[in-house]
Every structure is written in C-alpha cells, then in structure tokens.
C-alpha cells in the first residue's frame, strides 16, 4: 500500500477578502500559517506515511505552506519541486474582483457557469509575465481555464511525477489549490461533470488516499 496526500494551502489574503485569486501571487494570512501548522500535526500522527519527494505550486501561499508542514514533520530534507502545472486554475480577467461583486457585474448565473461549469472559461486576462515563469514556454501559459484546461496541464505532471513514484512504493505529498486540487481528485476519483460541481476542497485539511500496486484506491480519509 502505498499513501498519496493531498493538501490545499491555508488561508490566503484573498480567500480572507473573498476574492478570485488563481495566479496571483497572494500571501497567506495568519490564520493560513497556523492552518498550515496544523496541518502538519495532523499528518504526524499519520501512521506509516513517509513520503519521498513533495510537490507544489508556482505560489507563495502553496509553498509557504509546504514549508510549514515540512518544517512541522521534519520533513525540510525532502525534495521538493515548485512547478506552475500544479498552479491555481487562472480564471483571467475575474482575478482580484470580489466574488460578491462579480455576480453583480456579469450575471449570478453567468459567474456560476465560470466557477462550477467543467468547461466553462472566463474571459482572458493579461500574459503572465511574473518572473517565476521565466524558464517557461511563454505560448503555453494561459491566459484564463476552465477546469477542464487546468486537469488537462496538471496530469501529465502527475503521471511522470508523482503517479510514477507511487508506482514504485515511494509516499507523496502535492500542496496545491482548491481548482487544481478539484480536478485531480476528479480524475483520481472518476467523478462525473455533474457532481464535481459540488466537491469543495477546505484549506489546510490533509486528504489521504491509499492505493493499491495498481493505484487503485482502496482508502481515502480526510483529516480535520
């Protein structure tokens, strides 16, 4: 058996404001960093979970957060790599506006579409130019995604980075985002586009899935 952990980060300053973050690079609040802490004591009490390599976002708050487990599970030798295919879905030109205020703006029903639909894409933003993606194909970085668009560039990570270690026995660790987070789970789950549009993801609460040699899932448990 072989343990997959799956962590959104803690509370950022825009989840605190309510507002639509995905690439923007927000800070973690003070309740977040605790979240993170705790987090990282529930994970300690985990029996037989020794992950090998840990795995996040382009993102202060996800590596933040990473960090603050690690530190909290003496895991700070373990490697770890930061890669934008584990980034928050980039919801475009919605980035920064109140989520409250977005429904006055454009439509409850048109911002439920955007928010919950598999499909659904916002309108696009500006090209990302932040250096932290300096090293990236600049033409292969969107511009806004449905969830669709975001499983789509996360999975092939997953596959020849984490999925393939798993494989070999090896424990993993992804801290990431409440989208990016939605659309693994959907796939590891095979969760319909229905019913995905109820999933929800909670900062700072570990999910732990056991598999099987053939990554299966024969457990999954969520730690609060």
Known sequence: MVKLVLLRHGESTAN????????????LTAKGRIQAQTA???????????PTH??????QRAIITANIVAETCHFL???????????????GKLRGINKDLSRAIFGEEQVRRWRRGFYEVPPAGDEVTAACYDQCDRKRLPRAESLYQTQKRLMP???????SRLLKGEDQLIVAHGSSLRALI??????DNHDILKLEVPNAQPIIYTFDEHLQITKKEILR
Request: hydrophobic share 35%; aromatic share 18%.
């Open 77 to 91: 030798y373990l490697p770890i790599t930061k890669t934008w295919r584990l980034n928050e879905r980039h919801y």
């Open 40 to 50: 990282g004591e529930l994970l300690k009490q985990v029996p037989d979970f020794y």
């Open 186 to 191: 959907k796939k590891l789950e095979h969760i």
């Open 157 to 163: 990570y997953y596959h020849d980075q984490v999925a």
């Open 54 to 59: 840990i795995h996040t976002s382009v993102l």
């Open 16 to 27: 605190f404001a309510n507002v639509y973050t995905g690439w923007n690079d927000v800070a």
